[in-house]
């Protein structure tokens, strides 16, 4: 199993261009997260989804939009990059919410910086 | 607001000892409260999961207390070891909240 993968790891946008970021998951799992990470920040929640077909807003939801058409993959987007943008963007995924089953797989991340 | 505070500054310590890293959170009672592990370059890896009812928990060099009544969550590694360096992060659940993570170096 790969786990979860994210697509690209890097990418450099001019500020005002857009694109796309993909997030793939093989475990079958039902929850999917993106989180951005700053320095000093932590991670904060963008958006996720509880299941195919639905999105839910996070903590930082602004300026992102996401699409969950297949249960696998997750997409995060960037209509109109903005240099407050430029961050690492981690994808993750849980089976459930429910405690027992509820670690986060997370990718390796992608590192976006807006100019 | 939620805000959930974990030392910014580093800890340093010697192979061998015990490290002590520490999570602090307000105006909120989680359910449960998670410990990860990020190493530079890579995502977060989960190592536990301790809930409310629970006062302490193990998994071989780790161990986890949450203290609901201090909000107080600590994470030990006994027996530190070089290969532990990296940075530890709590997480609040069944809101998404992540602390922002200590940087623990273990000298050999």
């Known amino acids: 199993n790969a786990g979860v993968t994210q697509t690209p790891k890097f990418r450099v946008l001019k500020t005002g261009q857009s694109m796309t970021l993909l997030c793939a998951q093989d475990?079958?799992?039902?929850?999917m997260y993106w989180y951005r990470q700053d320095p000093g920040m932590g991670l904060r929640l963008i958006h996720y989804s509880v299941g195919e077909g639905t999105t839910a807003k996070g903590e930082v939801p602004d300026g992102y939009n996401v699409s969950r058409l297949k249960k696998q993959n997750f997409l995060l987007g960037l209509e109109s990059a903005a240099p407050s943008q430029t961050s690492v963007y981690f994808c993750?995924?849980?089976?459930?919410?429910?405690?027992?089953?509820?670690?986060?797989?997370f990718g390796p991340g992608t590192r976006l910086t807006v100019l | 607001s939620q805000k959930i505070e974990q030392n910014s500054e580093a800890l340093n310590i010697q192979e061998g000892k015990t490290a002590t890293l520490t999570c602090n959170y307000t105006n909120y009672s989680p359910a449960y409260l998670q410990w990860y592990r990020q190493d530079p370059g890579r995502g977060p890896v989960f190592l536990l999961l301790i809930r409310e009812n629970e006062k302490e928990k193990r998994k071989e060099r780790l161990k986890v207390t949450f203290d609901t009544t201090l909000k107080q969550s600590l994470f030990h590694i006994t027996a530190s070891q070089p290969a532990d360096s990296a940075t530890y992060l709590c997480?609040?659940?069944?809101?998404?909240?992540f602390g922002s993570g200590t940087k623990l170096n273990v000298k050999p």
């Open positions: 475990m079958n799992h039902e929850y």
């Open positions: 997480a609040l659940r069944n809101k998404f909240y």
């Open positions: 993750a995924s849980s089976y459930s919410e429910l405690v027992s089953t509820d670690t986060q797989y």
